[in-house]
């Protein structure tokens, strides 16, 4: 029987950042993976619209689960960063009391964060606050420090994940949407895809978020809801920058971190995420709503007055993946069946956690007698600095890069200085699909103040050129979402791997 015949070690349904940390903390082994996703990039679920910030965990419940895994780590992210090739910035939080009831709970919050592990936090007065953060709020009573809460390139984690466990070994296979799990209870389980031949593997492992719950139904899992609990953000534009050098934190509640103003890593600011509770399996999950955006902009403004001088550039939403059994649910051998493992309800954390939660799934397997860690001493860990510029590069202040591909120095993108031959790059690099979105994640063109107006047709027709097809069958993110009304959705080229 040939290898490819054979059914997988480990089979991954879901490939946002969980999904993608786990395959690649399993391609370090010897093990036949496989990482499946309906969509045709990954991260395009809960993954792409998050605040960005890589967590201490210096405000979660001491003792949990969640708690453990962020606190390891965050201390992990930034030498992982730096191997993965991933933008990162330890520049810090600051947590604002805005009135006499919230600098009343610092102490509390102090102590939690000891309690958590978080040790290097500092109470601080009004006077060392407008020091630190002279935008910040003027009527502040004082403040939390939190020195080791950092920002980071939310896009660039799943792939750079997915990149490497693929330099490993394991297959990616996007635009395989799994409608369920037959025969969980044998050896060798059905992983059954609409309109595609069944995958085989010996352990599935259910990290499809927000479609987890629908997946645990076909198996017989323990059931739970998801109530999808809606984030909007506005972001704005890059002049704002400077404004701040830290996150502007709220003082949290039991429901949610509150809403926060914070540089991004790309050189803006953000603010954000409401927390509204939606119905099972609402469709409008990642829409925004006027009143929701107003909402954001207000604690905003109150945060960081001078805000209310700039008009953002861009809202979106992003869905919690808010689970009825409680936060970080994971059902080793769910339904009573050896090799299904079901992890849900990575809420808020996940960014931050994935790659100890990664770990921590490995090693419940390991025990459960259900895989063996013999390292592959073949496997990398990281991603090679050559393998494509980075928006971080900027290749068109190297003149000897230039002269050699004069690409390099035609711009395409003008707000987020883009050039043509770095849209080039992002599409050969490992596993890029021709989408508008998969080269805006990797490259930053779209992404600017005008928001795709002035570059959006020559971004697309350079895919088009590149991957030979016409510009009617370019999609935003895969087939059903062809740029033009007359595109073929059957004739698009789509990132459908291998
Ligand atoms: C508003 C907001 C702010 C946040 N801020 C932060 C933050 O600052 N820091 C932080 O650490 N975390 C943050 N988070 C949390 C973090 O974004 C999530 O915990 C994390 O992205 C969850 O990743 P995941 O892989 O579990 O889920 P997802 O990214 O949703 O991945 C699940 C994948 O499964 C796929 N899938 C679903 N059903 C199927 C199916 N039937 N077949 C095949 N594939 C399927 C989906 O396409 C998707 O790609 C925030 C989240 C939100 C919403």
């Given at each position: ?52 910030i890589?967590?201490t965990?210096f405000d ?29 910035r330890q520049n810090g939080a600051l947590l604002l009391a805005l009135d006499g009831d919230q600098a009343r709970q610092l102490p509390?919050l102090y102590?939690?964060a000891l309690?958590?592990?978080v040790d290097d936090v500092e109470m601080i007065g009004p006077d060392e606050l407008r020091r630190l953060e002279p935008h910040a709020a003027p009527t502040a009573r004082g403040g939390l420090l939190v020195p080791r809460e950092s920002i ?84 704005y534009?890059?002049n704002t920058g400077s404004l701040i050098e830290r996150i502007l934190l709220p003082v949290p ?5 509150g809403k926060l103003v914070t540089p991004t890593i790309?050189g803006n600011l953000l603010a ?27 604690s905003a403004i109150r945060m960081c007055p001078p805000l209310s001088n700039h ?188």
């Open positions: 029987m040939s290898k490819e015949s054979e059914p997988y070690d480990v089979a991954i349904v879901g490939a946002g950042v969980v999904g993608c940390a786990l395959a690649f903390e399993l391609s370090r082994y010897q093990l036949r993976v496989s990482l499946l996703d309906k969509n045709y990039d990954v991260g395009e679920g809960t993954s792409k619209g998050n605040s960005a890589i967590h965990g979660a419940v001491p003792g949990t689960l969640e708690s453990q895994l962020v606190t390891r780590a965050s201390r992990r992210w930034p030498e992982l960063a730096r191997k993965l090739k991933i933008p990162f509390k102590k939690k309690a958590n592990g980071i390139d939310p896009f660039m984690v799943p792939i750079a994940f997915a990149e490497a466990a693929v330099a490993n070994g394991v297959d990616l296979l996007l635009g395989r949407h799994v409608v369920g799990v037959a025969s969980a209870s044998e050896a060798v389980k059905m992983i059954i895809v609409d309109g595609d031949t069944p995958i085989r593997s010996r352990i599935v492992v259910n990290v499809a978020g927000l479609g987890s719950r629908r997946l645990t139904e076909t198996y017989r899992g323990e059931q739970f809801d998801i109530n999808p609990r809606r984030g909007q953000f506005l972001v534009d890059r509640t039991a429901k949610t971190k790309f954000g995420p409401t927390a509204e509770d939606l119905p099972l399996d609402d469709p409008e999950a990642t829409s925004t709503t006027l009143e929701g955006l107003l909402d954001v902009s207000e008009r953002p550039v861009a809202a979106y939403a992003g869905a919690r993946c808010n689970c009825s059994g409680g936060s970080y649910q994971i059902r080793v051998g769910d339904g009573g069946h050896r090799g299904m493992l079901t992890v849900t309800g990575v809420r808020s954390t996940g960014l931050t956690s994935s790659p100890a939660l990664a770990e921590y799934l490995v090693e419940r397997m390991q025990r459960e007698g259900w895989l063996t860690r013999t390292r592959d001493l073949t496997a990398g860990d990281g991603r090679p600095a050559t393998a494509w510029p980075g928006w971080w590069l900027h290749p068109f202040d190297n003149p000897e890069r230039v002269a050699a591909h004069p690409d390099y120095g035609r711009m395409l993108c003008f707000c987020e200085q883009i050039s043509r031959q770095e849209i080039v790059d992002a599409l050969d690099s490992p596993r890029c699909p021709p989408t508008l979105d998969a080269v805006k994640r990797r490259t930053r063109a779209l992404m600017g103040r005008c928001q795709g107006f002035n570059c959006l047709i020559r971004v697309a027709e350079l895919i088009g050129q590149h991957r030979g097809m016409p510009l009617e069958n370019v999609t935003k993110r895969g087939p059903g979402s062809e740029l033009l009304p007359h595109g073929n959705p059957a004739e698009t080229m789509t990132g459908r791997t291998p």
